[in-house]
C-alpha cells in the first residue's frame, strides 16, 4: 500500500516553525527579516510565482520588498538594482525571478548576489560548498524534497538513488543532498542509455524533467519512493507531473502528487532559506 507525501502538511508545518524564528529574530535584533524580489519583464507565470512569494512572507512575517522593472530594462539598469539590494542592510535575502527576458545575461546578474544573500542556493559558491558538504543555502527544490524525506522517516543511507534530470535548479543539487546523505546517486539525463533499466533498480527516485507522465510503471521498483518534481500539462490540459500517479502509485511505497507534493515546499524552503540567512548576518 502506498503513502502520499503530503507537501502541503509539510510545507504548513515548516512555515509555522519559520514564523516562530522570525518573530525571535524580530525581538532578539529589533529589525524585519527582509527579502528582496526582482521581476523583469511580464511573463505571466513568473507573476503567479512572485506574488506567492510574496504572499508566503506575509504569512512568516518576512518584510517583502518587491521590485518590478519592464520587459526592456537593461542589463545596467538590473545590474545597478542588484548592487543596491546587495548593499541595502534591511535585505537579508535577494530573489531575481526566472526567466529574464531573453537580452539579459542571466548568469552575470545572478553573480552579483553574494553567497550570504542568495536564498535561491543558486550562486557557485552555495553550490560549491554544497559539494564540499559545508553549510550553505541549498537550492530550494531538492532542500524541500529532502526535508520531506526526512519528515517521513525515509532511509536514504545506502539505498539507490536515481534523480532524472541534471539542471543546476533541481537536478544537481538534488543528487548532491542525496550523495551527503549517504545514498548511492545516479543522474540519468537525455543521453542515457538503459534509462528503463537503471530507473528500475532505484529505491527513490526523484523526476525533474518537465516531460507530462515520462515515469510509467515499468520503470518503477516494487516498493520505491518516488519523487515527483515536474509540473507539466496533459493532453487535456489538466496539471500533471513527471510520473504517470495512476499507474506507477501502486508499486510505491510512498510517492508525491503534482499538485500537492514538492511545488508548496519550494516556496516554504525559500522562507526558510531568508530566515537562515538573517540569523547568520
Given at each position: 500500500?502506498?503513502?502520499?507525501?503530503?507537501?502541503k502538511?509539510?510545507?504548513?508545518?515548516?512555515?509555522?516553525?519559520?514564523?516562530?524564528?522570525?518573530a525571535?529574530?524580530k525581538?532578539?535584533r529589533?529589525?524585519?527579516?527582509?527579502?528582496?524580489v526582482?521581476?523583469?519583464?511580464?511573463?505571466?507565470?513568473?507573476?503567479i510565482y512572485?506574488?506567492?512569494?510574496?504572499?508566503?512572507?506575509?504569512?512568516t512575517?518576512?518584510k517583502?520588498f518587491a521590485?518590478?522593472?519592464?520587459e526592456?530594462?537593461?542589463?545596467?539598469?538590473?545590474?545597478e538594482l542588484i548592487?543596491?539590494?546587495v548593499?541595502?542592510?534591511?535585505?537579508?535575502g535577494?530573489?531575481?525571478?526566472?526567466?529574464?527576458?531573453?537580452?539579459?545575461?542571466a548568469?552575470?546578474?545572478?553573480?552579483l548576489i553574494?553567497?550570504?544573500?542568495?536564498?535561491d542556493?543558486f550562486c557557485?559558491?552555495?553550490?560549491?560548498?554544497?559539494?564540499?558538504?559545508?553549510?550553505?543555502l541549498?537550492?530550494?527544490?531538492?532542500?524541500?524534497v529532502?526535508?520531506?524525506?526526512?519528515?517521513?522517516?525515509?532511509?536514504?543511507?545506502?539505498?539507490n538513488?536515481v534523480?532524472?534530470?541534471?539542471?543546476?535548479?533541481?537536478?544537481k543539487?538534488?543528487?548532491m543532498?542525496?550523495l551527503n546523505?549517504?545514498a548511492?546517486?545516479t543522474?540519468?539525463?537525455?543521453?542515457?542509455?538503459?534509462?528503463?533499466?537503471?530507473?528500475?533498480?532505484?529505491?527513490?527516485?526523484v523526476?525533474?524533467?518537465?516531460k507530462?507522465?515520462?515515469v510509467?510503471a515499468?520503470?518503477?521498483?516494487q516498493?520505491?519512493?518516488?519523487?515527483?518534481v515536474?509540473?507539466d500539462r496533459d493532453?487535456?490540459?489538466?496539471?500533471?507531473?513527471?510520473?504517470?500517479?495512476e499507474?506507477?502509485k501502486?508499486?510505491?511505497?510512498?510517492?508525491?502528487?503534482v499538485?500537492?507534493?514538492?511545488g508548496p515546499?519550494?516556496?516554504?524552503?525559500l522562507m526558510f532559506?531568508?530566515?537562515?540567512?538573517?540569523?547568520?548576518?
Amino acid at each position: 500500500m502506498f503513502k502520499i507525501i503530503d507537501g502541503k502538511a509539510h510545507s504548513a508545518a515548516i512555515r509555522a516553525e519559520i514564523k516562530q524564528r522570525v518573530a525571535t529574530f524580530k525581538a532578539d535584533r529589533g529589525i524585519d527579516v527582509g527579502l528582496a524580489v526582482v521581476l523583469v519583464g511580464n511573463n505571466p507565470a513568473s507573476q503567479i510565482y512572485v506574488r506567492n512569494k510574496i504572499k508566503a512572507c506575509e504569512e512568516t512575517g518576512i518584510k517583502s520588498f518587491a521590485y518590478y522593472l519592464p520587459e526592456e530594462a537593461t542589463q545596467n539598469q538590473v545590474e545597478e538594482l542588484i548592487e543596491e539590494l546587495v548593499e541595502n542592510k534591511a535585505i537579508h535575502g535577494i530573489l531575481v525571478q526566472l526567466p529574464l527576458p531573453a537580452h539579459l545575461d542571466a548568469q552575470k546578474i545572478l553573480k552579483l548576489i553574494p553567497k550570504a544573500k542568495d536564498v535561491d542556493g543558486f550562486c557557485e559558491e552555495n553550490m560549491g560548498s554544497l559539494c564540499m558538504k559545508e553549510d550553505c543555502l541549498v537550492a530550494c527544490t531538492p532542500n524541500g524534497v529532502m526535508k520531506m524525506l526526512e519528515r517521513e522517516g525515509v532511509e536514504t543511507k545506502g539505498k539507490n538513488a536515481v534523480v532524472i534530470g541534471r539542471s543546476n535548479i533541481v537536478g544537481k543539487p538534488m543528487a548532491m543532498l542525496l550523495l551527503n546523505a549517504d545514498a548511492t546517486v545516479t543522474i540519468c539525463h537525455s543521453r542515457t542509455q538503459n534509462l528503463k533499466e537503471i530507473c528500475s533498480n532505484a529505491d527513490i527516485l526523484v523526476a525533474a524533467i518537465g516531460k507530462a507522465k515520462f515515469v510509467t510503471a515499468d520503470m518503477v521498483k516494487q516498493g520505491a519512493v518516488v519523487i515527483d518534481v515536474g509540473m507539466d500539462r496533459d493532453e487535456n490540459g489538466k496539471l500533471c507531473g513527471d510520473v504517470d500517479f495512476e499507474n506507477v502509485k501502486d508499486k510505491c511505497s510512498y510517492i508525491t502528487p503534482v499538485p500537492g507534493g514538492v511545488g508548496p515546499m519550494t516556496i516554504t524552503m525559500l522562507m526558510f532559506n531568508t530566515i537562515t540567512a538573517a540569523e547568520r548576518s
